[in-house]
């Protein structure tokens, strides 16, 4: 509930009284408080707030008092109801985004600016503005189980969204307003890109992918040509800010000095931050930080035309204005520029606000939306986990399921305008007749394509935690030796699934179960490759059988969701409880049967 609180001087005496209440009555509601002179003003201000569910009372514009009344032309000018039309308005929005920004207008926008007149100067101007950003960066939030301060790209982007408002008044015919005074606003930013980072640079802030075209807008708008260059490479290399802007020359192998003949960028380092040392090269992140990335042949290209190799072998390869450490507010202000130019060029919307950490985002974005496993994607980005890769990027990958899809439609007997060969006619159709085999623990493995069967080695070596090796055969050879010949050979990485698996339990034939604590009683899950036992697309699969030549049947249930595995794990025991007394000491009962 609202309250009047006295403002008192030096000698106690009041001076002023403060109406204080939180934003909406929730109790980690933002602070708001209007000032008067008299008390008996502060206490009718404090029931209208009271009145109106702890929000400004309709009308109010803080610091002014309530608005003249004005003709129904002019309530359109009222804060709210011009941004709300505007959002509503806007084309190429998704109504999911659209709910959202809707929902940050009635958040953070509203309880400030909801009554004031988008055409005043008094109403929103630089300090207006700016106090309100100010407002925002001291503001707590909930980010996951953490209650943290505002993140720096939440309050550019809420600052962004008031921007594109004041904008169209600017924009309108005629002009409700002379400028946009958010254009003055200086807004606060993180000193850092990832050196001290949560989980992996992104400190859990909103993701914002970028085309390869909209990156190249940005890159084209930097104001210096390190900078710009620094933005296709990060890009191209899906590094983090401390790894890139710690290369040195001889982090890079050309490729004569290769047995593959392919460029590299060998990440063995990365710059930290401490209060002792303030920064230094250090070890990157994790383990797994430390790699060494292919580089594409643009991207090495570029890197030779601009001297790469006639620097000393400690030299940075990415140096900032001054030479040195690129440091990082330096180029946050270029990468603003950036982002303005292209924003007025038309090469990038309006409505991103993509930051230095976004390239990697899009790194990440591009690789898996063309069908490269997340696998791969973990490794060339240095996560430690797969988990990290798949909580972070997982909804991308329905992406590249299209092609996949197309398969299937055709082979079921649509028209997906694509030419189908098989897989004699795949291998035997390429430059040479030549098969990639792999042994992947058990099962040996042929693929059409080296590219694909050294990044199938690599996940499996990864998860199994042994090296493979890839062996090249001829296909005469394959065909000869291997049961199946050229119909078994892939021409993409192995699929994974998590499968989850309750049991196997058995019960004798008075029901008394007998193999207590072999079967799991709540379903557990593991990584399955589609080659490996155990593997299954199926939402639930259970099995309910009599054990040959013993007087006990055995029931099991497993599948890609834990709670359908669950309940068909129930139904498989209730089986098994049903048909175990008639075991005749032979063979089986029931088929397994799916959900």
Not at 159 to 166: F, N
Not at 225 to 235: F, I, N, P
Not at 395 to 424: F, N, R
Not at 570 to 586: H, Q, W
Request: proline letters at 6%; glycine letters at 12%.
């Amino acid at each position: 509930m609202a309250y009047v609180q006295a403002v008192k001087n030096e000698a106690g005496e009041p001076t002023s009284y403060r109406v204080k209440w939180r934003a909406g009555g929730a109790r980690d509601g933002g602070w708001e408080g209007e000032r008067f002179l008299e008390k008996p003003d502060a206490e009718v201000f404090r029931d209208a707030v009271n009145a109106a569910g702890q929000q400004w009372p309709t009308g109010w514009v803080k610091g002014k008092g309530y608005i003249a009344p004005g003709s129904q032309d002019e309530k359109r000018f009222v804060f709210e109801a011009y941004a709300r039309a505007s959002i509503a308005n806007r084309t190429g929005v998704e109504d999911r985004y659209r709910g959202s920004i809707v929902k940050e207008l009635e958040t953070y926008l509203l309880p400030t600016f909801g009554n004031c007149d988008i055409r005043s100067t008094d109403h929103f101007s630089k300090a207006t503005v700016g106090a309100w950003v100010n407002a925002l960066a001291a503001t707590h939030v909930w980010r996951g189980s953490k209650y943290k301060l505002m993140a720096p790209k939440t309050v550019k982007n809420l600052h962004g969204l008031l921007s594109s408002i004041l904008k169209e008044a600017v924009q309108e015919e005629p002009p409700l307003r002379a400028r946009n005074p958010c254009d003055l606003t200086r807004l606060p930013r993180a000193d850092d890109d990832g050196l001290d980072e949560d989980d992996d640079g992104g400190g859990g802030e909103e993701m914002e992918f970028m085309t390869p075209a909209e990156v190249e807008g940005i890159a084209s708008h930097m104001p210096s040509e390190g900078a710009a260059q620094l933005v296709r490479d990060k890009y191209a290399m899906g590094t983090r800010w401390g790894e890139i802007t710690a290369v040195a020359r001889r982090h890079l192998t050309a490729p004569d000095q290769r047995p593959d003949g392919k460029p590299h960028m060998r990440i063995a380092r990365a710059w930290k931050r401490s209060t002792e040392k303030g920064f230094y090269l250090g070890k990157p992140k994790s383990k797994r930080s430390r790699r060494s990335l292919r580089v594409d042949g643009v991207t090495w290209g570029r890197m030779v035309a601009r001297g790469v190799l006639g620097l000393g072998p400690g030299e940075l390869v990415y140096q900032g204005p001054n030479g040195g450490r690129w440091i990082y507010s330096t180029f946050y202000d270029q990468w603003q520029h950036g982002v303005k130019g292209a924003k007025a060029a038309g090469l990038l919307p309006e409505w991103k606000f993509p930051t230095p950490h976004d390239l990697r985002h899009s790194h990440a974005a591009a690789l898996l939306s063309a069908g490269h496993s997340p696998t791969y994607v973990q490794r060339r980005l240095g996560h430690e986990s797969i988990k990290t890769t798949s909580d972070r990027y997982g909804h991308l990958l329905p992406v590249a399921d299209d092609a996949a899809m197309a398969t299937i439609e055709q082979s079921l007997g649509g028209d997906t305008g694509a030419e189908l060969l098989d897989d004699d006619e795949a291998v035997t159709a390429g430059p040479t007749a030549t098969v990639y085999a792999a042994h992947l623990g058990s099962a040996l493995l042929g693929f059409v394509s080296r590219e694909v069967a050294e990044e199938a080695a690599a996940g499996w070596a990864q998860s199994a935690g042994s090296p493979v090796r890839v062996e090249t055969w001829s296909l005469e050879w394959w065909q000869r030796s291997v049961p199946g010949g050229a119909k078994g050979l892939r021409s993409e990485v192995p699929g994974r699934a998590w499968v989850w698996r309750a049991g196997p339990v058995r019960y004798a034939a008075d029901g008394t179960e007998c193999s207590a604590g072999s079967g799991a009683p709540e379903p557990v899950g593991r990584w399955v490759w589609d080659f490996e036992p155990g593997w299954t697309d199926e939402t639930a699969e259970s099995r309910t059988e009599w054990v040959p030549g013993e007087p006990v049947t055995e029931a099991e249930a497993w599948g890609l969701d834990r709670e359908a595995v669950r309940a068909a794990y129930e139904r498989a025991r209730t089986d098994a409880l049903r048909v175990c007394g008639l075991n005749p000491v032979g063979g089986r009962v029931e088929a397994g049967s799916k959900e």
